[in-house]
């Protein structure tokens, strides 16, 4: 009899569980259904999941500790392959898009969406960067720094300082003979760079200190909006503080020197930030110059690093497609002319099985998992509803892993590349449309010079070759690729 009701209170609780967990696992379903009961078109199918977290454990659960593919996939499964989904993530209401033809319809239209970063993303990098400025603004400002990053003269300009820091730098770490992290030191290769590039400066001990503070600023752009000790958007926002008077400070020196030269020629992005001027004749405030630098120098950092260090795993994994890429760029130095020295753009846009290394690594990768957007009025999608203030999340890796599109989405295949490649919006990388990253071929030339060197005089030997990877809020091993760097003959 003890045992019956034992069993019985047992069954009870359970139940009651279940019904609790259920219930109240469709509250957010429920409230949203009941705000949007007058629209004539449903709501995409999906998930809401719990008020105030919606799905964001399940999406971190996946990302961080186990397939990161798992989480678009098992909608997939759930609720057939529409391309088009609602859930609840990083705090709002959201429509997940993963179709090409959908990515596209929503990265093409800025009537309708605009950009939807977290407000811990918006807070980061300022009131007047990129992801905050008005549609106009954008387009002036954009045409403006494209040429700086992407123009043919621009590039040429920035080959031989990034071949000196990739050069010395892979000499230094053979010379070790022992592991290195190579995320943080591919980090501080691409932030010399992109500190030349955005200020012209390469001495300057106040701006060597900027590095750490820009790996605190992008370790909370994703992070919880909770600005006390021990978070990272705390540390975050101090790093910013912190940048902002660098920066300042910058700005003030070269400020002083044009001054006393005013003639002297544009070198930098600053120096062209400081010169721009409106039809009316105003120019750009410290503040838009600050935003601006910001927000490219966080992106710039990360990406390039995170791709040639996935360049070099992906190289070490496949040592085919490492003999035919090492074969390649021996064949540029054979044909180059003997009083030439290091590599120029020609050599580089002449390449042909570097780049398809370079995009399969993208594709595999997918360094950025998605693009945040913003929807400004209602807008139909496909026979969906995506309601006015829900956010738009533009599912890359979901296009880029996915088995019919991409066959054989885990393997590292160049065949995929072969004759006129991946059809149309399979493959984004960086985006599509109007915002398409502003430095995008700056990225792939310092990849293309780094792996150009370290294809013919090195290679790579992991310590841990199974190291788990992390997605959260980027993808890397959790070694940071320890490894040693090997010169060979």
């Not at 019956?4 to 259920?22: A, K, S």
Request: aromatic share 10%.
């Amino acid at each position: 009899m003890e045992k019956e009701l034992v069993w019985t209170i047992v069954g009870v609780l359970v139940g009651g569980y279940v019904f609790l967990f259920g219930f109240v696992g469709k509250l957010n379903d429920w409230y949203y259904s009941f705000k949007l009961k007058r629209k004539e078109v449903p709501l995409p199918p999906g998930d809401l999941g719990w008020p105030g977290i919606g799905k964001m454990l399940n999406f971190i659960k996946a990302s961080k500790f186990g397939d990161p593919d798992s989480f678009i996939f098992d909608l997939f499964k759930k609720y057939g392959r529409t391309g088009i989904y609602k859930t609840h993530l990083l705090s709002s209401p959201t429509v997940i898009v993963c179709s090409p033809d959908t990515c596209r319809k929503i990265l093409a239209d800025d009537e309708n969406f605009t950009l939807g970063y977290p407000q811990t993303s918006k807070i980061l990098a300022g009131k007047r960067s990129f992801h905050s400025i008005s549609k106009s603004e954008h387009k002036r400002l954009r045409r403006l720094t494209t040429s700086i990053l992407n123009g043919h003269e621009a590039l040429s300009m920035y080959v031989g300082h990034i071949e000196h820091n990739v050069i010395n730098s892979l000499e230094e770490w053979s010379r070790l003979n022992r592991p290195i992290e190579v995320l943080p030191e591919l980090k501080r290769i691409v932030f010399k760079v992109i500190t030349h590039i955005f200020m012209g400066a390469d001495d300057d001990p106040v701006v060597a200190d900027m590095e750490s503070l820009f790996t605190e600023l992008h370790a909370g752009l994703f992070s919880l909006n909770v600005n006390l000790p021990g978070f990272a958007f705390h540390r975050a926002i101090k790093a910013r503080k912190k940048l902002v008077k660098i920066l300042s400070y910058v700005i003030e020196k070269k400020t002083k020197a044009l001054n006393k030269e005013p003639e002297k020629g544009k070198r930098d992005m600053i120096d062209l930030l400081m010169a721009v001027e409106d039809d009316d004749g105003r120019k750009l405030e410290e503040e838009d110059i600050i935003d601006l630098l910001i927000m490219f120098l966080v992106a710039g950092h990360e990406s390039s690093a995170l791709g040639t260090m996935w360049g070099l795993i992906n190289l070490a994994e496949n040592p085919e497609v490492f003999k035919k890429a090492k074969e390649e760029q021996e064949m540029i130095v054979r044909n180059r002319p003997s009083t030439q020295k290091g590599l120029t753009l020609r050599e580089i846009k002449s390449m042909t099985y570097l780049p398809r290394v370079i995009d399969e690594m993208m594709r595999k990768t997918s360094i950025n998992f998605a693009a945040f957007r913003h929807a400004i009025e209602d807008v139909n999608i496909n026979g969906y509803l995506i309601p006015k203030g829900w956010k738009i999340l533009v599912w890359y890796r979901a296009i880029h892993m996915d088995p019919q599109i991409h066959p054989n989405p885990r393997e590292f295949n160049l065949e995929r590349w072969d004759n006129d490649g991946v059809k149309t919006g399979a493959f984004v990388p960086f985006g599509a449309g109007t915002r398409i990253c502003p430095g995008r071929d700056l990225a792939k030339l310092e990849m293309s010079i780094f792996l150009h060197y370290f294809l013919l005089n090195y290679k790579l030997e992991k310590v841990n070759p199974k190291c788990p990877v992390t997605y959260i809020p980027v993808p890397r091993p959790t070694d940071n690729c320890l490894a040693k760097i090997v010169k060979v003959a």
